[in-house]
Structures are given as C-alpha cells and as structure tokens.
C-alpha cells in the first residue's frame, strides 16, 4: 500500500516562507499526477498546485508567483515551496497522488500538515 507523507508546516509570519515536503513510500510513478491541496477552516479543500510525471504544472490563481511545485523522482518525494505568503494562506495542507486506474482513477491522500500564517 502506498503512502504519502507529508513534513514541513508550521508557524511563520507574513511575508515569510516555509517548504513542503510529501515522501510517498513506493515509486512515485505510482501515480499520474502530484498535488497539494488545502482546507482552511469551515472551508472545503481545494487544490493549490499539482505537477504532472512529465513535468507540467498548474497552480491556483490565489497562488500563482508565489508558490512553487516540484518534484525529485529519484527521491520519490514532491515539495511545495511557499514564499510571501499571507494569513489566507493558513490551512492544512495535504499531499494527494492521482493515479489512472484501467477501470477506475484513484486517489491517495496523506493525513496532512498544518500550515499556519500570523500578521
């Protein structure tokens, strides 16, 4: 069973930076496609940036310029690096890997990293 792990959140202050880091356990080539999505609270989770096996990325417009998708397939390990960021930034963020199944995609999620913005 692959899992994803995430590290990395904490506390940090506007205008600061902090990097992601989400460990699948496996080849990271079990899935088509890597991405970070959060959930702040009472509010759904929603995608923030995702990044194809060949390379391609999309971001979220709420984020573009400021943050950055990535990944280290030899390491089997994608990172989110967030820079200015802001207090609507704060929320859990999660790793999720999307894979295309023959019959079915699949998802897998890891349990998620706090992530959190002070003024």
């Known amino acids: 069973q692959v899992q994803l792990v995430e590290s990395g959140g904490g506390l940090v202050q506007a205008g600061g930076s902090l990097r992601l880091s989400c460990a699948v356990s496996?080849?990271?080539?079990?899935?088509?496609?890597m991405g970070w999505y959060r959930q702040a609270p009472g509010k759904q989770r929603e995608l923030v940036a995702r990044i194809g096996s060949g390379g391609i990325t999309n971001y979220a417009e709420s984020v573009k310029g400021r943050f950055t998708i990535s990944r280290d397939n030899a390491k089997n390990t994608v990172y989110l690096q967030m820079n200015s960021l802001k207090p609507e930034d704060t929320a859990v963020y999660y790793c999720?890997?999307?894979?295309?199944?023959?019959?079915?995609?699949?998802?897998?999620w890891g349990q998620g990293t706090q992530v959190t913005v002070s003024s």
């Open positions: 496996g080849s990271i080539f079990s899935f088509n496609v």
């Open positions: 999720n890997g999307h894979g295309l199944g023959f019959l079915k995609d699949y998802d897998h």
